[in-house]
């Protein structure tokens, strides 16, 4: 751009604008007199697109648009418009709608929904998720998410097919703070799935305690494996500390040998403190069952 205006809290203003997408090793681009960007609450936005070439075979130039509309607490709600050359859907050209919109039900409670749907001949390719959260108190706070994929990618190689879902609570009073997550994720194309699970404690900034477990099912290598873990911090006078960490894995494989079991508790303890102003007194210990 020649030159930008900006009016607080308003918008942002450029003129003489030269659009640029680098396509091949040819310069592409376009220009427009003035752009305009609305700041704070906004009007229907249509953002600078991304133009490219996907090199992959019976593929071609793509134009991926993206227009915001409302601004829900920071949050710009947005329509997706995309325009793509495909020799594999039948047809010279296909088309990409979607939304992601944020939503506020009143102060305690937020989200979004978003969807997007690839339109072409042989099968469906499309995306959704979800996300929403609830302020209980001044102390607590849930969030659930959910989000599937079954699509190609316009502007780049290969295939998505997954899905995940993702349980959070938040609470936190007066310097005491607690974290609980439950996660779910699974890849579809290289049947993998793990369920995995955190609890953590902090008290004024200060680590007390992380527990983790973990399972993870890989099918095409027909193995699964369990992981448990806690990490704890505990402070004596005189800043004395003890560092505690305790991992329990287990892996049951069935292409080694045959049907196989790997085991193990591995344990690792520190004291650390200063005995003097010199002198630091630092103690480890160890082991692997």
């Not at 339109?119 to 469906?124: K, L, M, T, V």
């Not at 099912?217 to 992981?227: E, F, G, L, P």
């Amino acid at each position: 751009a020649q030159s930008f205006t900006y009016e607080p809290d308003e918008a942002l203003a450029a003129q003489n604008v030269w659009i640029y997408s680098p396509l091949l090793f040819l310069p592409f681009g376009f220009w427009m007199p003035v752009y305009r960007y609305e700041l704070g609450s906004r009007r229907v936005i249509w953002n600078f697109p991304v133009i490219g070439l996907k090199k992959a075979p019976g593929w071609g130039y793509y134009m991926q648009n993206t227009f915001d509309y409302d601004l829900i607490n920071g949050q710009s709600s947005q329509f997706y418009f995309d325009v793509f050359q495909s020799e594999l859907i039948g047809k010279n050209r296909g088309v990409g709608l979607g939304i992601k919109h944020h939503y506020q039900v009143d102060l305690k409670q937020d989200g979004y929904v978003y969807y997007y749907r690839l339109f072409e001949g042989r099968r469906d390719h499309q995306r959704s998720a979800f996300s929403q959260s609830w302020q209980w108190n001044d102390f607590l706070k849930t969030q659930v998410y959910f989000d599937h994929k079954d699509a190609i990618r316009i502007s780049s190689l290969g295939q998505v097919k997954s899905q995940q879902a993702k349980f959070d609570l938040h609470y936190d009073e007066l310097g005491e703070r607690y974290d609980f997550l439950l996660h779910r994720s699974e890849n579809q194309i290289s049947r993998y799935q793990q369920y995995r699970s955190v609890l953590s404690h902090q008290l004024n900034n200060q680590k007390v305690f992380t527990w983790t477990s973990e399972y993870t099912d890989n099918q095409n290598a027909d193995n699964q494996r369990w992981k448990n873990a806690l990490d704890y911090q505990y402070l004596f006078a005189n800043d004395f500390r003890l560092d505690s960490d305790i991992v329990y894995q287990r892996q049951d494989n069935q292409r080694r040998y045959g049907p196989h079991t790997d085991e193990g508790l591995k344990t690792d303890f520190q004291f650390s403190g200063n005995i003097h102003p010199d002198i630091n007194l630092n103690l480890r210990m160890d082991t692997f069952l």
